[in-house]
C-alpha cells in the first residue's frame, strides 16, 4: 500500500486517542490468570492486541470482542493450547506469553513473523530456566521460534538482563505470581523503559496482586496469589500512538483536541509534551483531553535523551526536520532490535528526501531547515516508521510517498481517519 501524503496548510478538529495497546496486552493476560470475568472497556484493537486475544483463547480463556468493550472469562488456570501460538510481530506478546506458558501443561510452542523471529529472547529464557522452566529457542540462537515445557513454575531466585528490554522484567512479574515457591527477580543493568515497568505493576495492583519492590532493582513475589478481576478496567488514550499526531499539530498551523489522554499519566510516551512545549507549542489539558495549538513556526532544535521512550525516536526525528536548527535524539541503541532496525531506516529515508542526518550507535542527529522537499519512502513494514514520514509529507513542499503503509494496522489502524477528520491530506496511488 502506497500513500502520498501532501502539503497541508492546516489541522483542526478534534478526535479521540487510539486506546492504548501496552494497557489492553497486560489486561488480557491479568484477566487469563483471573478466575472469573473481566470487562474491558475501551479496547484496544490492532493486529498486536488481536494476537494476543487469540492465544489468551488457545490458553482456555473465553473472550467476547465488542466495539466499546470486551468480555474475558476465564478459571485462572491455563489450557495446554492445541496448535502454535503465533504472536504475529509483537516482541511484548511473545515475551509475556513465554514467561506464563509454564503455567499450561503440556509444551507450548511460540513464533510470529519475519520480523518478531529477529528479536531477543535469550535473557528472558535464560531467567525462566534459573526457576526451574525448561524454555528453549528452537534454532538454539535465543530468537524466536519458542519452546516452552508446562507444568507450573518451581519458584526461586532468578536475575534477568534490564538493559535490552523492559517486557523480560514485565513478563515475568505476570507469571511469578502463580508461581510453586515465592520467587525474587533481580535486574542486571540499567532498566531500559522504566515505565513499562511501572505500567506492569500498576495492573498488578488492580487485580490484587502484590509484588514488594526495590527501586527498578530487586522485586520479591509470593507464592501462589490469585487474580481478581477489578470493578472496572478502562484502557486508556495512547500516547505512543498520538505522538504522531501531536508532532504533525507542532509542525503545522493546527488547533487540536485529543481526548482520552490525561494530563497525569505514568505513560512514558507522555514526554513528547514537554517536547513541544519546549518548542513553543501550546499545549493544554483539559477534562479528559489534551489540546494544542501550534503555529507552524518550531523554534530553534532540541536534545533529548529516549532512553526510557524508545517509541518516541521516530516522530521527533520527524518533529526534528522541521526545526531551524540541530536536534539530537540521544539513547536510541536499542533501535536496532525494533520491528525494523529503527536507526538505520531513520538515516536511510531522511537521506533519500534530501534531510541531513548523523547516526551512530546510541544517537540520531538531525539539522533541521525547518523545511523538507519531499519525495518517496519505504516504511521498512515498521509502522511507527511510516506514521512518522506521513507526519513529514503532511509538512513538506511536494509531500511524501510512504511504500509499505498498511503496516500501521499494527497499533494504529484507524491512523488515516484521524488525519482525514482533522484536514490531513493524502491519497492511496498504490
Same mark, same amino acid.
Given at each position: 500500500?502506497?500513500?502520498?501524503?501532501?502539503?497541508?496548510?492546516?489541522?483542526?478538529?478534534?478526535?479521540?486517542?487510539?486506546?492504548?495497546?501496552?494497557?489492553?496486552?497486560?489486561?488480557?493476560?491479568?484477566?487469563?490468570?483471573?478466575?472469573?470475568?473481566?470487562?474491558?472497556?475501551?479496547?484496544?484493537?490492532?493486529?498486536?492486541?488481536?494476537?494476543?486475544?487469540?492465544?489468551?483463547?488457545?490458553?482456555?480463556?473465553?473472550?467476547?470482542?465488542?466495539?466499546?468493550?470486551?468480555?474475558?472469562?476465564?478459571?485462572?488456570?491455563?489450557?495446554?493450547?492445541?496448535?502454535?501460538?503465533?504472536?504475529?510481530?509483537?516482541?511484548?506478546?511473545?515475551?509475556?506469553?513465554?514467561?506464563?506458558?509454564?503455567?499450561?501443561?503440556?509444551?507450548?510452542?511460540?513464533?510470529?513473523?519475519?520480523?518478531?523471529?529477529?528479536?531477543?529472547?535469550?535473557?528472558?529464557? *535464560?531467567?525462566?530456566?534459573?526457576?526451574?522452566?525448561?524454555? !528453549?529457542?528452537?534454532?538454539?540462537?535465543?530468537?524466536?521460534?519458542?519452546?516452552?515445557?508446562?507444568?507450573?513454575?518451581?519458584?526461586?531466585?532468578?536475575?534477568?538482563?534490564?538493559?535490552?528490554?523492559?517486557?523480560?522484567?514485565?513478563?515475568?512479574?505476570?507469571?511469578?505470581?502463580?508461581?510453586?515457591?515465592?520467587?525474587?527477580?533481580?535486574?542486571?543493568?540499567?532498566?531500559?523503559?522504566?515505565?513499562?515497568?511501572?505500567? =506492569?505493576?500498576?495492573?498488578?495492583?488492580?487485580?490484587?496482586?502484590?509484588?514488594?519492590?526495590?527501586? !527498578?532493582?530487586?522485586?520479591?513475589?509470593?507464592?501462589?496469589?490469585?487474580?481478581?478481576?477489578? =470493578?472496572?478496567?478502562?484502557?486508556?488514550? *495512547? !500516547?505512543?500512538?498520538?505522538?504522531?499526531?501531536?508532532?504533525?499539530?507542532?509542525?503545522?498551523?493546527?488547533?487540536?483536541?485529543?481526548?482520552?489522554?490525561?494530563?497525569?499519566?505514568?505513560?512514558? *510516551?507522555?514526554?513528547?509534551?514537554?517536547?513541544?512545549?519546549d518548542l513553543g507549542v501550546a499545549v493544554r489539558f483539559g477534562d479528559g483531553y489534551i489540546e494544542i495549538e501550534g503555529t507552524g513556526d518550531?523554534?530553534?532544535?532540541?536534545?533529548?535523551d529516549v532512553r526510557d521512550s524508545p517509541d518516541l525516536a521516530p516522530p521527533l526525528a520527524a518533529l526534528a526536520c522541521f526545526c531551524k536548527?540541530?536536534?539530537?535524539?540521544?539513547?536510541?541503541?536499542?533501535?536496532?532490535?525494533?520491528?525494523?532496525?529503527?536507526?538505520?531506516?531513520?538515516?536511510?529515508?531522511?537521506?533519500?528526501?534530501?534531510?541531513?542526518?548523523?547516526?551512530?550507535?546510541?544517537?540520531?542527529?538531525?539539522?533541521?531547515?525547518?523545511?523538507?522537499?519531499?519525495?518517496?519512502?519505504?516504511?521498512?513494514?515498521?509502522?511507527?516508521?511510516?506514521? #512518522?514520514? #506521513?507526519?513529514?509529507?503532511?509538512?513538506?513542499?511536494?509531500?511524501?510517498?510512504?511504500?509499505?503503509?498498511?503496516?500501521?494496522?499494527?497499533?494504529?489502524?484507524?491512523?488515516?481517519?484521524?488525519?482525514?477528520?482533522?484536514?490531513?491530506?493524502?491519497?492511496?496511488?498504490?
Open positions: 500500500m502506497k500513500v502520498l501524503f501532501e502539503h497541508t496548510d492546516r489541522l483542526e478538529g478534534s478526535i479521540r486517542s487510539q486506546p492504548s495497546k501496552s494497557y489492553m496486552i497486560r489486561y488480557l493476560i491479568a484477566s487469563l490468570l483471573s478466575s472469573g470475568v473481566t470487562y474491558i472497556e475501551n479496547p484496544s484493537i490492532c493486529d498486536d492486541t488481536l494476537a494476543v486475544v487469540k492465544a489468551c483463547e488457545a490458553f482456555g480463556a473465553r473472550i467476547e470482542p465488542g466495539e466499546n468493550i470486551v468480555k474475558v472469562s476465564s478459571s485462572g488456570c491455563l489450557e495446554a493450547p492445541s496448535d502454535v501460538i503465533d504472536c504475529g510481530g509483537s516482541a511484548t506478546a511473545i515475551r509475556f506469553l513465554s514467561a506464563v506458558a509454564p503455567l499450561a501443561p503440556g509444551i507450548t510452542v511460540l513464533t510470529g513473523d519475519e520480523s518478531l523471529r529477529m528479536r531477543p529472547m535469550g535473557p528472558l529464557l *535464560d531467567a525462566l530456566r534459573r526457576l526451574g522452566v525448561e524454555a !528453549y529457542s528452537t534454532r538454539m540462537n535465543g530468537l524466536p521460534p519458542i519452546v516452552v515445557f508446562g507444568g507450573g513454575i518451581p519458584g526461586g531466585c532468578t536475575w534477568v538482563d534490564g538493559s535490552i528490554s523492559s517486557q523480560y522484567v514485565s513478563g515475568l512479574l505476570l507469571a511469578l505470581p502463580k508461581a510453586r515457591r515465592d520467587s525474587s527477580l533481580r535486574v542486571v543493568g540499567e532498566l531500559e523503559s522504566k515505565g513499562y515497568v511501572d505500567m =506492569t505493576l500498576t495492573v498488578l495492583e488492580m487485580f490484587r496482586v502484590k509484588v514488594e519492590r526495590t527501586g !527498578y532493582s530487586y522485586f520479591e513475589v509470593e507464592a501462589g496469589q490469585e487474580y481478581h478481576p477489578p =470493578t472496572s478496567c478502562t484502557v486508556p488514550g *495512547d !500516547y505512543s500512538s498520538s505522538s504522531f499526531i501531536i508532532a504533525a499539530c507542532s509542525i503545522l498551523p493546527s488547533k487540536v483536541r485529543i481526548h482520552s489522554l490525561a494530563g497525569f499519566d505514568i505513560q512514558p *510516551d507522555r514526554m513528547i509534551v514537554d517536547i513541544v512545549r518550531l523554534i530553534g532544535g532540541f536534545e533529548v536548527g540541530v536536534s539530537i535524539i540521544r539513547g536510541c541503541r536499542r533501535l536496532r532490535f525494533k520491528e525494523s532496525d529503527r536507526l538505520k531506516a531513520i538515516s536511510s529515508e531522511l537521506t533519500r528526501i534530501g534531510v541531513e542526518v548523523e547516526v551512530d550507535e546510541d544517537s540520531i542527529k538531525i539539522h533541521g531547515s525547518g523545511c523538507v522537499d519531499g519525495g518517496y519512502v519505504y516504511s521498512w513494514m515498521d509502522h511507527r516508521i511510516a506514521m #512518522a514520514f #506521513a507526519v513529514i509529507g503532511l509538512g513538506s513542499r511536494r509531500g511524501v510517498t510512504v511504500d509499505g503503509f498498511e503496516s500501521v494496522s499494527k497499533s494504529y489502524p484507524r491512523f488515516l481517519g484521524d488525519l482525514e477528520a482533522l484536514g490531513g491530506r493524502f491519497r492511496v496511488v498504490g
